[in-house]
């Protein structure tokens, strides 16, 4: 059977950067750049103050005291010329006089009666910003695959670019299924339970940077399953089924992906929990079949389909950071030993370093045991036990992607 790592390579090698949008820049915040920016000006982009005081010639500055003709403000579009053996006021930001060669900041002038002196000599260039000294034009200010942060979007701002072209977020259609599913807010008759996945499943997709659209829950029936999916491929980028992807009498999704034409890329990966995963391809969106089984739903969710988003949406880094931990307890596989198991544990700092131990009990329906979780440790196919100070790797779940 298909191991973890394969089937990794797979979402991954089906879920190329989406076709750039334009945003504008509120939008475009936490999202890649499609394409490398450069300024087609210079910023800034005339000299200017970069203290409120006096432009002056540093020559008639080290004279003494100096007459001073007038103010000059930020924003002030004419700039009459300085005479020379005078000082003019200037705020901050504002046009320095092309014949000015210094800028000195009223603390450390006196002035009194029209007239001004200097405490001491300013340098040439003192307190002058030039054109370009903060992007020069021509120069690149955002790679392609960047991520557009608030210094992005003020650096894109002052180049005159109030829309960038991003890799867009995600739409993801998740679709529960089961007939023994009510509402979060309804009290469950007999045989009934509450539909945490679609909560869980959505809130991990907006926590991935998508957008969740949650379906109306979907009957147990060839039908209703055929109906739902149709309806999602048209709304979204990505669809989530979830449950009806094993081999019960009443398990439809896989079934009406076939009838559909859809393209399987794996069905059933050698991993607990998680086994009966499975992605297609229909009508050109990945169409990812996730088990049912709380903790199995949102652990395949942390395993192929976050980095999937990601890479949808040209982000540089993939996936978690991984780190080898000691494991603090003894750990016993129950089952076939031929598949990765994703344990859910804590992962503690101590002197020696990452002490680990399981967050509870690791049945695949136990979702309290990953609400506790900081980390996911990965035990590799082959291996029965871990016994206390065996090396484990993890992979930190609170912690953003690195690589
Ligand atoms: N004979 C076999 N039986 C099962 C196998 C197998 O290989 N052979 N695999 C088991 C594993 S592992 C899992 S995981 C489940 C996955 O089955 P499905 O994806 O078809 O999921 P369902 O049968 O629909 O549901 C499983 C379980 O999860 C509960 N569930 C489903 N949806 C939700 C939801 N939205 N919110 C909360 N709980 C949900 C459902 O009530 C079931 O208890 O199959 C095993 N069986
Ligand atoms: O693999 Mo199932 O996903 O254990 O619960």
Same mark, same amino acid.
């Given at each position: 059977m298909l191991g973890y790592e394969e089937a990794l390579q797979r979402v991954l090698a089906h879920a190329a950067p989406l076709p750039p949008r334009v945003l504008p820049l509120a939008e475009a915040l936490g999202l890649a750049a499609a394409e490398d920016i450069h300024a087609l000006?210079?910023? /800034?982009p005339f000299r200017n103050a970069a203290m409120d005081g006096f432009a002056v010639r540093v020559e008639d500055a080290a004279r003494g005291r100096l007459p001073v003709g007038g103010t000059l403000a930020a924003g002030m579009a004419h700039v009459p010329p300085l005479a020379p053996g005078t000082a003019v006021r200037i705020m901050t930001g504002a046009p320095v006089p092309p014949e000015a060669d210094a800028v000195v900041p009223l603390e450390e002038a006196v002035a009194e009666g029209g007239e001004v002196t200097f405490l001491r000599p300013p340098r040439p260039g003192a307190h002058i910003r030039l054109p370009g000294e903060d992007i020069p034009e021509g120069g690149r200010v955002v790679p392609a695959g960047a991520v557009i942060r608030p210094a992005e979007a003020g650096v894109l701002a002052a180049i005159g670019r109030p829309t960038i072209p991003v890799r867009p977020r995600p739409r993801v259609a998740v679709l529960t299924t089961g007939n023994e599913l009510v509402d979060a807010g309804t009290r469950p008759g007999p045989g009934q339970i509450r539909d945490a996945n679609i909560h869980s499943l959505c809130a991990q997709v907006q926590a991935a940077g998508g957008v969740p659209l949650p379906f109306p829950r979907v009957e147990d029936t060839r039908e209703a399953v055929a109906a739902a999916l149709a309806a999602a491929l048209e709304a979204a980028d990505v669809v989530l089924t979830n449950g009806g $992807? #094993?081999? *019960?009498?009443?398990?439809y999704i896989k079934a009406v992906l076939e009838a559909e034409g859809a393209e399987q890329?794996?069905?059933?990966?050698?991993?607990?929990? *998680?086994?009966p995963l499975g992605l297609w391809v229909l009508r050109g969106r990945p169409v990812f079949g996730i088990p049912g089984n709380p903790v199995a739903a949102m652990l395949m969710f942390e395993a192929y389909v976050r980095p999937a988003l990601r890479s949808l949406m040209g982000y540089p880094h993939l996936h978690r950071p991984e780190r080898t931990g000691t494991m603090a307890a003894l750990w016993k596989r129950s089952g076939d030993p031929r598949r990765t198991e994703f344990l859910r544990v804590i992962a503690e700092r101590s002197p020696e370093g990452l002490r680990v131990r399981l967050a *509870? /009990?690791?049945? #695949? *329906? $136990?979702l309290s045991s990953l609400v506790r979780a900081n980390a996911i440790a990965l035990v590799p196919e082959g291996l029965t036990s871990l016994t206390p100070g065996d090396p484990v790797r993890l992979q930190m779940l609170d912690e953003p992607e690195d690589h």
């Amino acid at each position: 059977m298909l191991g973890y790592e394969e089937a990794l390579q797979r979402v991954l090698a089906h879920a190329a950067p989406l076709p750039p949008r334009v945003l504008p820049l509120a939008e475009a915040l936490g999202l890649a750049a499609a394409e490398d920016i450069h300024a087609l000006e210079p910023v /800034p982009p005339f000299r200017n103050a970069a203290m409120d005081g006096f432009a002056v010639r540093v020559e008639d500055a080290a004279r003494g005291r100096l007459p001073v003709g007038g103010t000059l403000a930020a924003g002030m579009a004419h700039v009459p010329p300085l005479a020379p053996g005078t000082a003019v006021r200037i705020m901050t930001g504002a046009p320095v006089p092309p014949e000015a060669d210094a800028v000195v900041p009223l603390e450390e002038a006196v002035a009194e009666g029209g007239e001004v002196t200097f405490l001491r000599p300013p340098r040439p260039g003192a307190h002058i910003r030039l054109p370009g000294e903060d992007i020069p034009e021509g120069g690149r200010v955002v790679p392609a695959g960047a991520v557009i942060r608030p210094a992005e979007a003020g650096v894109l701002a002052a180049i005159g670019r109030p829309t960038i072209p991003v890799r867009p977020r995600p739409r993801v259609a998740v679709l529960t299924t089961g007939n023994e599913l009510v509402d979060a807010g309804t009290r469950p008759g007999p045989g009934q339970i509450r539909d945490a996945n679609i909560h869980s499943l959505c809130a991990q997709v907006q926590a991935a940077g998508g957008v969740p659209l949650p379906f109306p829950r979907v009957e147990d029936t060839r039908e209703a399953v055929a109906a739902a999916l149709a309806a999602a491929l048209e709304a979204a980028d990505v669809v989530l089924t979830n449950g009806g $992807i #094993s081999v *019960g009498d009443f398990d439809y999704i896989k079934a009406v992906l076939e009838a559909e034409g859809a393209e399987q890329v794996f069905w059933r990966v050698a991993q607990k929990p *998680g086994a009966p995963l499975g992605l297609w391809v229909l009508r050109g969106r990945p169409v990812f079949g996730i088990p049912g089984n709380p903790v199995a739903a949102m652990l395949m969710f942390e395993a192929y389909v976050r980095p999937a988003l990601r890479s949808l949406m040209g982000y540089p880094h993939l996936h978690r950071p991984e780190r080898t931990g000691t494991m603090a307890a003894l750990w016993k596989r129950s089952g076939d030993p031929r598949r990765t198991e994703f344990l859910r544990v804590i992962a503690e700092r101590s002197p020696e370093g990452l002490r680990v131990r399981l967050a *509870g /009990p690791q049945g #695949s *329906g $136990i979702l309290s045991s990953l609400v506790r979780a900081n980390a996911i440790a990965l035990v590799p196919e082959g291996l029965t036990s871990l016994t206390p100070g065996d090396p484990v790797r993890l992979q930190m779940l609170d912690e953003p992607e690195d690589h």
